[in-house]
């Protein structure tokens, strides 16, 4: 299996732009996690979900943050409009079980200017 | 209720032990242990459930004290690639999410 698989891997956009961060989980996983991680809050859950239903959505800073997963194999985050403050690196995990582990994805780091 | 990690950091000559402590203010149903080395993702180390045994990986073990809302992570005989943040992540619950402590940086130098 190729793991969890997210694009872009770098973004660079200017403040006030449409971010859309994207998630392949790894087939057969039934639960995908979304984290932000930056070095004053460490690793931070926005939002999961669980056959793809969002279950808990507390971790989601603002109404600009928005997440779906249309489907088993794909998951998408979005950010408008975008903020210097949204800057960090985002992952996307997935397991079998909500109380499993997780494997996370490379990651998107984003940079907003 | 995020755990707290100690130390924040530490440094350690090759072959030194080092053990990393995850203690939380609730009672806790399992523990999770990940290793996150510099610019990489996360990568999963091990579970430890409420009721199970102390548990290994290589020359990387936990244990899990149910009583004390704690865990601890031992690394013996450390070596270079043990290098990178551990981060304990808790459960409450069979139903509630991880949380992630804020980690703790190991530095393995020769």
């Known amino acids: 299996d190729a793991g969890v698989i997210q694009s872009p891997r770098h973004e660079v956009t200017e403040m006030g732009q449409e971010v859309t961060l994207r998630c392949k989980p790894i087939?057969?996983?039934?639960?995908l996690f979304w984290y932000r991680q930056t070095m004053m809050r460490g690793l931070e859950l926005l939002i999961y979900f669980n056959n793809n239903v969002p279950i808990d959505d507390s971790g989601m800073p603002e109404d600009r943050f928005s997440a779906k997963m249309p489907n088993a194999s794909f998951s998408t985050l979005k950010i408008q409009p975008s903020e210097p403050r949204d800057s960090a690196v985002y992952f996307c995990?997935?397991?079998?079980?909500?109380?499993?582990?997780?494997?996370f994805g490379p990651g998107t780091r984003l940079t907003v200017t | 209720q995020q755990p707290v990690q100690s130390p924040q950091a530490v440094i350690l000559r090759e072959g030194e032990d080092a053990v990393i402590n995850c203690s939380s203010s609730?009672?806790?149903?399992?523990v999770h242990w990940y290793r996150q080395k510099h610019g990489e993702a996360p990568v999963f180390l091990m579970i430890l459930l409420k009721g199970g045994e102390q548990k290994g990986h290589e020359k990387i073990s936990a244990s899990f004290n149910e009583k004390k809302q704690q865990s601890s992570l031992y690394l013996t005989a450390s070596q270079l690639s043990y290098s990178g943040t551990y981060f304990c992540g808790t459960e409450n619950s069979g139903n509630t999410p991880l949380v992630f402590g804020k980690g703790t940086r190991l530095s393995v130098i020769a």
């Open positions: 995990a997935s397991s079998s079980q909500q109380t499993s582990e997780q494997y």
């Open positions: 087939s057969g996983h039934n639960s």
């Open positions: 609730k009672a806790l149903y399992s």
